[in-house]
């Protein structure tokens, strides 16, 4: 439903997913630079070693534990007390003089 507005939404320019092509270039660029990083015999060896020097930081074994078993749901818990509220006070009805 359009409303006659510019730039409402719609197709977005390299918006998406990226091809397959394109995510397994990116992966074997990872596994060469482990590869090098830590010189293991298998891709596997290599990717092992990686998540045991990320488990040695605190921020890795948050990254490690919302990948595998999700991020929790992020909430905000806000208080407002509602006990001594006057629609009166936040518009200040009663300073306004009528104009005659």
Same mark, same amino acid.
């Given at each position: 439903?359009?409303?006659?507005?510019?730039?409402?939404?719609?197709?977005?320019?390299?918006?998406?997913?990226?091809?397959?092509?394109?995510?397994?270039?990116?992966?074997?660029?990872? =596994? @060469?630079?482990?590869?090098?990083?830590? !010189?293991? +015999?298998?891709? &596997?060896?290599? *990717? $092992?070693?990686?998540?045991?020097?990320?488990?040695?930081?605190?921020?890795?074994?948050?990254?490690?534990?919302?990948?595998?078993?999700?991020?929790?749901?992020?909430? =905000? @818990?806000?208080?407002?007390?509602?006990? !001594?509220? +006057?629609?009166? &006070?936040?518009? *200040? $009805?009663?300073?306004?003089?009528?104009?005659?």
């Amino acid at each position: 439903m359009e409303d006659k507005r510019k730039n409402n939404g719609g197709h977005k320019t390299n918006g998406g997913r990226h091809t397959k092509a394109d995510e397994l270039k990116v992966n074997t660029l990872f =596994v @060469e630079g482990l590869k090098r990083l830590y !010189n293991k +015999d298998t891709d &596997d060896e290599n *990717k $092992i070693s990686f998540v045991v020097a990320l488990l040695e930081t605190q921020r890795g074994q948050i990254f490690i534990a919302e990948h595998l078993f999700g991020k929790p749901k992020e909430t =905000v @818990e806000t208080t407002l007390s509602v006990s !001594n509220f +006057d629609v009166k &006070d936040l518009f *200040k $009805i009663d300073s306004i003089k009528p104009q005659v």
